[in-house]
């Protein structure tokens, strides 16, 4: 760390290479902007970053308690970034309720500023608080700042007119004020959102702009304020960037997917959290002949999606695990009409409503398996947010290769977070060739490609390629409705086929970080980036590791097996009870070992290295033994 010395007041400038700050409060104090604000200006100046926001299970909690406490969180850094941060460096906290949800998660000696103005009786018993924080000495391992926040809102908008109400609701535009000081950031990105945001009301636009001129006045005239802090912009490859979530990548990545495609693009899908944004993103791109449609229920959004590929569109479907639950019996028919659709499963914690706003992986086996008899369907997950657009693409091109259903798995910290994204070239993305079958001459409609299986997609109306449609069994070729045993046989091992036959195209499985050693970790998802930056701290200590992530969990690579025996251990991470590990040690006969979460939360790099060291020192041991 290097410190270097201002002229102003003698106080201190540190350059640091990374920081770890989280916005929290209730769902009306604003912390999601706030923190989405401060995400923004961070990319802007070319940090590395990656963000975690955590929003409340209940839609209306009561306010200033600990079920409505919501938050914000950002790992920025002059480094490479794989996960929104372990511990926090900064806290900033609007009520009690706030503190006491996140403060276990703040380094000693972290920075805690609280709008002390929420701290009264109140505010502490609804919090389930039986002393003041701020006066019990709780917080001395902390340097901790109790900030009059409301107060000084109020007197740095009283010129303005507005009630007392509209004055409050800029507090945390105060709060957004100070990180800018104490990071060295320029208000001048979020100025520039709020005059755009605020278009038609440019008094609450110069409310929130005095409130954060406010904020950033204040560090720069308390004598409180020893020290602040500058994070160099990272050496990110060169290209242009924007700021991306996963759902809109997942968005952005169909309408990509229609366009090299060269057709329209469906959309079927009934609002369930956290993959509601992806209807409402791509709501907006009409001009693109993107169609969107509102469903009664998950049943009509994914049957109307079956539908619109009869017709020749991309059609998609959009949910979480309780509509793929729900859309379970439509799925068979898509496989069993063989037609292209790609269904998008957000992960979030269950059963049932379960966890409505946290994260969780425990949809895999439903996905693998989650239909009545026989009907696999192939199955890829995302790694990263940025990563959602790749896997929308990729995606799309099977299905419409192969004739047949796709399923997406992401998850509500995917879909949520947001990292650095460089847009890419068009020369960079794949062709989705589209083949619509005109020619009735011997037309057969399950008649099949050599390669791919896959069956002619007949537009209906197309003269002379009239034929049956429905989930009845197939007559092969003919496509007439057969219900022969030797039939049925025949179709259900075409239909399996198909799906492997996608493994064809899928990459060998390449093992990051050592080729072969001590330990590989097989990881899927999310769980990507705290085990990336587990591997690199492991294997900066001198350990032989190896890393493989699985994109493709339906059909697995081919050589994953061969890459399995090079190592003598198996750790595979997951944020469920034990799915991936599951499907391996059936399948390859290996002893893996699982490592499991089911708390709503991402993995901590600390965590899965904690676990790696505990593996080795296990074999450490066992091989001592062994010689002795």
């Excluded at 308390?222 to 990548?249: C, D, H, K, M």
């Excluded at 059609?315 to 439509?330: F, Q, V």
């Excluded at 409705?481 to 899928?506: F, G």
Aim: proline share 7%; charged share 20%; aromatic share 8%.
């Amino acid at each position: 760390m290097v410190t270097r010395t201002t002229d102003f007041r003698e106080r201190k400038r540190e350059v640091i290479d990374k920081a770890v700050i989280r916005f929290c409060g209730d769902s009306g104090d604003g912390m999601q902007i706030t923190g989405s604000q401060f995400t923004n200006t961070v990319a802007l100046y070319g940090n590395d970053l990656a963000t975690f926001p955590d929003f409340p299970a209940e839609i209306r909690a009561p306010a200033g308690t600990l079920p409505g406490v919501s938050g914000y969180q950002v790992h920025f850094a002059s480094t490479d970034v794989y996960t929104p941060g372990d511990a926090v460096d900064a806290l900033v906290a609007m009520n009690p309720a706030a503190l006491k949800v996140n403060l276990a998660d703040l380094k000693p000696n972290g920075i805690v500023i609280v709008n002390v103005d929420s701290f009264k009786e109140t505010d502490l018993r609804k919090a389930q608080m039986t002393s003041n924080p701020i006066e019990d000495h709780s917080l001395d391992a902390y340097r901790l700042f109790p900030i009059e926040l409301t107060k000084l809102t109020r007197t740095a908008l009283q010129e303005l007119g507005l009630d007392a109400k509209t004055m409050d609701r800029c507090k945390n535009f105060f709060a957004l004020g100070m990180c800018y000081w104490l990071y060295n950031r320029s208000m001048d990105a979020t100025f520039r959102w709020l005059d755009d945001k605020f278009q038609g009301k440019p008094l609450l636009a110069e409310a929130n702009k005095r409130a954060m001129r406010a904020g950033y006045s204040y560090c720069e005239a308390t004598e409180a304020f020893q020290v602040s802090y500058e994070i160099p912009p990272a050496r990110l490859a060169p290209g242009t960037y924007r700021n991306i979530s996963g759902n809109t990548a997942l968005a952005l990545g169909f309408v990509t997917a229609s366009q090299k495609a060269g057709i329209p693009l469906f959309l079927g899908s009934y609002p369930i959290t956290p993959a509601s944004d992806i209807l409402h993103e791509l709501s907006a791109f009409k001009n693109f002949g993107v169609i969107t449609f509102q469903a009664e229920d998950e049943i009509a959004a994914v049957t109307s999606a079956i539908g619109a590929s009869y017709s020749g569109a991309l059609a998609i479907t959009t949910t979480s695990g309780p509509g793929m639950a729900l859309k379970t019996e439509a799925l068979g028919l898509a496989a069993a009409v063989e037609l292209p659709l790609v269904v998008c499963d957000i992960q979030r914690g269950g059963p049932s409503t379960g966890l409505p706003t946290k994260t969780e992986q425990a949809d895999l086996l439903q996905a693998l398996f989650g239909r009545n008899s026989e009907a696999p369907i192939p199955v890829l997950a995302a790694a990263t947010p940025g990563d959602c657009f790749w896997v929308a693409l990729e995606a799309s091109r099977i299905a419409i290769k192969y004739m047949l259903p796709v399923i997406i798995l992401s998850d509500g910290y995917l879909a949520n977070g947001a990292e650095p994204w460089r847009i890419p070239a068009l020369q960079d993305l794949p062709e989705i060739p589209v083949h619509f079958e005109t020619n009735p001459d011997g037309f057969l409609p399950y008649s099949r490609d050599p390669q791919t299986l896959a069956r002619p997609w007949a537009v209906p109306g197309t003269p002379g390629l009239e034929h049956r449609i429905g989930g009845l069994e197939k007559q092969d070729l003919s496509g007439n409705v057969n219900y022969e045993p030797l039939n049925h046989e025949r179709m259900v091992h075409l239909r399996a086929a198909k799906v492997e036959a996608v493994a064809q195209e899928i990459p060998d499985a390449v093992p990051a970080g050592d080729p072969d050693g001590d330990l590989l970790i097989v990881a899927w998802g999310s769980t990507y980036g705290p085990v990336t930056a587990a591997l690199k701290a492991q294997r900066a200590q001198g350990r032989r590791i190896g890393h493989v992530h699985l994109r493709y969990l339906n059909p697995l690579p081919k050589n994953l097996g061969e890459v399995l025996k090079r190592y003598r251990r198996i750790l595979v991470p997951e944020m469920n009870m034990g799915q991936l590990v599951m499907v391996l040690r059936a399948k390859y006969l290996l002893d893996a070992q699982g490592y499991n979460k089911i708390q709503g939360r991402p993995f901590k790099q600390a965590e899965i290295e904690a676990k790696i060291e505990e593996m080795l020192a296990s074999y450490s041991e066992q091989s001592a033994g062994a010689r002795r």
